[in-house]
């Protein structure tokens, strides 16, 4: 079981770029939850998918950011027009379940905004 | 909102010591408290969970505690390790909900 993939680990944008972050769950997995951490802060709940259905996005911003779990293939992070303030580490995690228990996370993408 | 605070933001001990991070949540509703340990650039792991009908969980070296009263949970690492230097973060969350509400974190340093 491979577990979380994230890809890409590292992204750099520039100021007004798009940038799309990919996640795959752990095997057996159909919940994906995204994560923001800014430097010395802690995980700031962003969204919650399962696949096909946003079920919670009471953590994305209203503008710029979006999300989606297709039928097939990753769950996408994607954040139009980057500023400097998106710089941060973006982790996702998965669940067997709903109900966000014995959540697993990915070794995240730390985004850089030049 | 939600909220969950955390003490202490950093902290050391010497190898062998016992460490002591606290965590107080603000739902009431809360029933699950999960620990993480991150180390440098890496992915925040699970290591261990409590739930809220069970007062104390134990597992080797960690244990966690929870006063529902009080509305606060700790977790205690015993005989520390260097290898325990990490940033420790609690969570809650609540029934209904599908997210953790994270704590900012604890730099735990063990000094060798």
């Known amino acids: 079981n491979a577990g979380v993939m994230q890809n890409p680990r590292h992204l750099v944008r520039r100021r007004g770029q798009e940038a799309r972050l990919r996640c795959s769950p752990m095997?057996?997995?159909?919940?994906v939850y995204w994560y923001r951490q800014l430097p010395e802060e802690g995980l700031k709940f962003m969204v919650y998918l399962q696949k096909e259905n946003i079920i919670d996005e009471s953590g994305m911003p209203k503008e710029r950011f979006s999300a989606e779990f297709p039928k097939e293939g990753p769950s996408i992070l994607r954040i139009q027009q980057v500023v400097r303030g998106d710089s941060a580490a973006y982790f996702c995690?998965?669940?067997?379940?709903?109900?966000?228990?014995?959540?697993?996370f990915g070794s995240g993408t730390q985004l850089s905004v030049l | 909102g939600e909220n969950v605070e955390q003490h202490p933001s950093t902290l050391s001990v010497q190898e062998g010591d016992s460490a002591v991070i606290k965590c107080t949540y603000s739902d009431s509703a809360s029933n699950y408290f999960p620990w993480y340990k991150q180390e440098l650039g890496k992915r925040p792991q699970l290591i261990i969970d409590?739930?809220?009908?069970?007062g104390e969980k134990k597992d080797q070296r960690i244990a966690v505690t929870l006063n529902k009263t009080a509305k606060h949970f700790s977790l205690h690492i015993t005989e520390t390790q260097p290898e325990d230097s990490a940033v420790y973060f609690c969570?809650?969350?609540?029934?209904?909900?599908?997210?953790?509400?994270f704590g900012t974190g604890t730099r735990l340093k063990v000094l060798a």
């Open positions: 969570a809650a969350s609540s029934p209904g909900t599908y997210k953790y509400i």
């Open positions: 995690a998965s669940s067997e379940g709903a109900g966000a228990e014995k959540l697993f």
């Open positions: 409590i739930r809220s009908n069970v």
């Open positions: 095997k057996g997995h159909s919940h």
